[in-house]
DNA sequence: CATATAAAGGACAGTTTTGTCCGAAATTAT
DNA sequence: ATAATTTCGGACAAAACTGTCCTTTATATG
């Protein structure tokens, strides 16, 4: 469903916006530990989300990752979905047709698209912060 | 969502089924020429459904891939979908915890979880028949 | 039996994804 | 300034997925 770059950035975020709620930067070491991620490859996918403002770095001690509490309001789950898996899934023919449309579909198409709709709305819609409160109530986990 | 080698299954299932129904022996270059499939990598993933039962095969002149009516009808999309790409991606946490659970979920389970279980749904309940059905009709294609 | 046809199966090659390593650059503290 | 810390960036390695080629095996036909 999800590349497994793409759990990393998704609760590598969640848990940097946590931490920013408390207002401390986070080591790349730290995420890695608490997300249970490689921390070498999840490093490579938290520079996609820095260098497209997803999330922001300082080098240097006292340096790491974190979000602001505006910015993680306004990002969602599809921002970062996209940014490293791309939107080809939720577009897409599930049998890999070239083009998914109602004209020509196939035989999938119809049971499939709702259920590929479903799927991207709520992408589109969850905000990052939405499931931060949920992590920091204790209600759900990243590891 | 489905692998490549999963998509070229289905739709080269689809395909079998539908000539089968006019009692006709279906070969290989056949099939990726209907399917626009590459040719040898669709057939070590039609091995895995010979071996499998889920479609039947003979060798030599006249031989070919072929499926009985009564078998179309009782197969289903995840018959195929489970013996190519495994069960996973329909029964695992979305964000890759080990375990996917209501007791210990990750932020996203809630929301995810009901979708996942709609897709699950749907290829459990939908049979290769249903499916050939559209594309007889000429309501669906499969390139 | 000889020949032609088509699937089966093994070996291998290319591509993408995942993961590691290490030096460079930036920042802080001493 | 120097040293320590932490991200950045490039190169590389391993694994998984996708795709090809060629030989073997089974079957039908003359
Ligand atoms: S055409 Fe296949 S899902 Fe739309
Ligand atoms: S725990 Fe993540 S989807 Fe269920």
């Not at 793409?6 to 931490?19: G, L, R, S």
């Not at 509490?69 to 940014?83: D, F, G, P, Q, W």
């Not at 259920?115 to 991207?120: A, D, F, P, T």
Request: net charge positive.
């Amino acid at each position: 469903m999800f590349s497994k770059a793409c759990k990393y950035a998704v609760k590598a975020t969640i848990y940097i916006a946590v931490q920013s709620g408390q207002n401390t930067r986070t080591s790349l070491k730290d995420i890695s530990a608490k997300i249970d991620s490689p921390e070498a490859f999840t490093a490579k996918v938290l520079q996609v989300l820095v260098k497209n403002q997803v999330i922001e770095s300082l080098k240097g001690p006292l340096g790491g990752f974190f979000i602001s509490n505006e910015a993680a309001k306004l990002i969602t789950l599809s921002h970062v979905v996209y940014l490293i898996d791309g939107t080809e899934t939720f577009n897409s023919c599930g049998l890999g047709l070239k083009e998914c449309s109602e004209c020509r579909p196939c035989p999938m198409h119809h049971k499939f698209q709702r259920i590929r709709s479903e799927l991207k709305e709520m992408i589109e819609k969850t905000t990052i912060y939405e499931l931060v409160l949920k992590v920091g109530e204790g209600e759900s986990f990243l590891m």
